[in-house]
């Protein structure tokens, strides 16, 4: 079964610092697709960034960048140059095959703060 | 920019009653899903839709629920007999290409569904 994690509940930045949000992910699938997610406090969900697997190169999306690390299984997001209006809940998600890939699953999100 | 347009907003309702939860997809997008969030949960998947029938369904999706396009806008969630366990963010999802090609669902702003 497919499986996403998000080990940090909360994190912490100083404006204009980078930061990276932890993801980790399980699946058997050998294509899959890894997504990253923002919730702000108003709680629409906003798409930020996609991997797929076979993927060479690490996708970027202005300051959002995605840290893809196959081997591990992991799929940071690195966020440079922090703005307050990041405050905000992340999501990491992912589908694959294994459920007609048509799913997404979500892990637990990481409450991101800035501080001025 | 397009948008996910979902109404209401907030609906409360009585515990048993019937209730129906709106959607104007992305008018170009051929899929479309139901998503919900319990409060401080995970975005948990619950349906998709594509070609006029279900594409998936998770096991939450049971016969309480149902989704339709009654006309070629609109994609609604009704939930038959709502259950206490029922209150959450329910978010409306679209793609134009399938979570399996594309990497982006366009989400809209949800609907918090109370049931009492």
């Known amino acids: 079964a497919q499986k996403i994690t998000q080990t940090q509940p909360g994190m912490f930045v100083q404006e204009k610092e980078a930061v990276t949000l932890d993801c980790t992910y399980d699946?058997?699938?050998?294509?899959?697709?890894l997504f990253w997610y923002k919730q702000p406090s108003s709680g629409e969900m906003i798409f930020l960034i996609y991997?797929?697997?076979?993927?060479?190169q690490n996708a970027t999306e202005g300051r959002y960048s995605l840290n893809f690390q196959k081997a591990r299984k992991s799929a940071n997001l690195v966020i440079s140059a922090s703005q307050l209006g990041d405050s905000a809940m992340y999501f990491c998600?992912?589908?694959?095959?294994?459920?007609?890939?048509?799913?997404?699953?979500f892990g637990e999100g990481t409450q991101l703060t800035v501080n001025p | 920019e397009p948008e996910v347009t979902q109404t209401p907003s907030h609906q409360v309702t009585q515990m048993g009653q019937e209730v129906i939860l709106r959607c104007v997809p992305i008018?170009?997008?051929?899929?479309f899903y139901w998503y919900r969030q319990i409060l401080g949960q995970k975005v948990e998947f619950l349906v998709s839709?594509?070609?006029?029938?279900?594409?998936?369904k998770s096991e939450i999706f049971d016969d309480q629920f149902s989704v339709e396009r009654p006309d070629g806008s609109n994609f609604t969630l009704k939930i038959r007999s709502t259950k206490l366990e029922d209150s959450a963010m329910y978010f409306c999802?679209?793609?134009?290409?399938?979570?399996?090609?594309?990497?982006?669902?366009?989400f809209g702003s949800g609907t918090q569904l109370s049931v009492l």
């Open positions: 999802a679209s793609s134009p290409a399938g979570v399996r090609r594309s990497g982006k669902l366009f």
């Open positions: 699946t058997s699938d050998p294509s899959y697709g």
């Open positions: 991997q797929g697997s076979y993927d060479q």
């Open positions: 998600a992912m589908r694959a095959r294994e459920t007609s890939g048509s799913r997404l699953t």
């Open positions: 008018s170009n997008h051929l899929y």
């Open positions: 839709f594509y070609n006029n029938e279900i594409s998936e």
